[in-house]
């Protein structure tokens, strides 16, 4: 398999566009267009302020595709929309600090944190989802996550999780 001397990835033959691969070049040829990023920021602000249900979104934004992948089999990758991205914070209350405390000292997995991780993660992909549907994407490509914990220095107890996703939101071809 050949590997695209851009972006150092090992590609299959379908997916090189001359010496480097499509998602390198698709990159290479986007032009930056000011005025229309302004217009996007505007249409996704108008969208956030406006008082659209989110499950009709959640719906409607049902059909994204997200993969961790960089191509989607069977289907061919349009253009690159843009970079989306999506976080989610959750907060661990004192009764969930105890029941890990427990497990902690006397080991076995923690339900209840495990949930609060799956939870967090499904709530993160529902948002990247609703993100790549307001930009007008088909797909979101290359679907990184990222967790951390932050401790609530408050006396009570708790702290919050945070679930971060990014990836290439890009249109599909037939």
Same mark, same amino acid.
């Not at 989110?54 to 993969?67: G, H, Q, Y």
């Not at 949930?115 to 967090?120: E, F, I, P």
């Given at each position: 398999?050949?590997?695209?001397? @851009?972006?150092?990835?090992?590609?299959?033959?379908?997916?090189? $566009?001359?010496?480097?691969?499509?998602?390198?070049? =698709?990159?290479?040829?986007?032009?930056?267009?000011?005025?229309?990023?302004?217009?996007?920021?505007?249409?996704?602000?108008?969208?956030?302020?406006? =008082? *659209?249900?989110?499950?009709? +979104?959640? @719906?409607?934004?049902? &059909?994204?595709?997200?993969?961790?992948?960089?191509?989607?089999?069977?289907?061919?990758?349009?253009?690159?929309?843009?970079? *989306?991205?999506?976080?989610?914070?959750?907060?661990?209350?004192?009764?969930?600090?105890?029941? =890990?405390?427990?497990?902690?000292?006397?080991?076995?997995?923690?339900?209840?944190?495990?949930?609060? +991780?799956?939870?967090?993660?499904?709530?993160?992909?529902?948002?990247? $989802? $609703?993100?790549?549907?307001?930009?007008?994407?088909?797909?979101?490509?290359?679907? $990184?996550?990222?967790? &951390?914990?932050? &401790?609530?220095?408050?006396?009570?107890?708790?702290?919050?999780?945070?679930?971060?996703?990014?990836?290439?939101?890009?249109?599909?071809?037939?």
């Amino acid at each position: 398999m050949p590997i695209c001397p @851009k972006c150092g990835q090992t590609r299959q033959v379908e997916v090189m $566009r001359g010496d480097i691969c499509i998602y390198c070049s =698709n990159i290479a040829s986007m032009q930056v267009d000011d005025e229309a990023i302004d217009r996007d920021r505007m249409a996704l602000n108008r969208d956030r302020a406006a =008082n *659209v249900s989110v499950v009709s +979104l959640d @719906k409607a934004a049902s &059909s994204v595709i997200l993969t961790t992948a960089f191509d989607i089999p069977g289907r061919e990758t349009g253009e690159i929309v843009d970079i *989306v991205g999506a976080e989610v914070a959750i907060g661990v209350n004192i009764f969930k600090d105890i029941a =890990n405390a427990w497990r902690d000292t006397f080991g076995g997995r923690s339900n209840t944190v495990q949930t609060t +991780l799956r939870d967090a993660r499904v709530q993160c992909q529902a948002e990247l $989802r $609703r993100e790549a549907f307001r930009i007008g994407a088909d797909a979101v490509i290359g679907v $990184r996550f990222a967790y &951390s914990e932050a &401790s609530v220095a408050t006396g009570t107890g708790g702290g919050i999780l945070f679930v971060s996703a990014t990836g290439t939101a890009v249109s599909l071809g037939d």
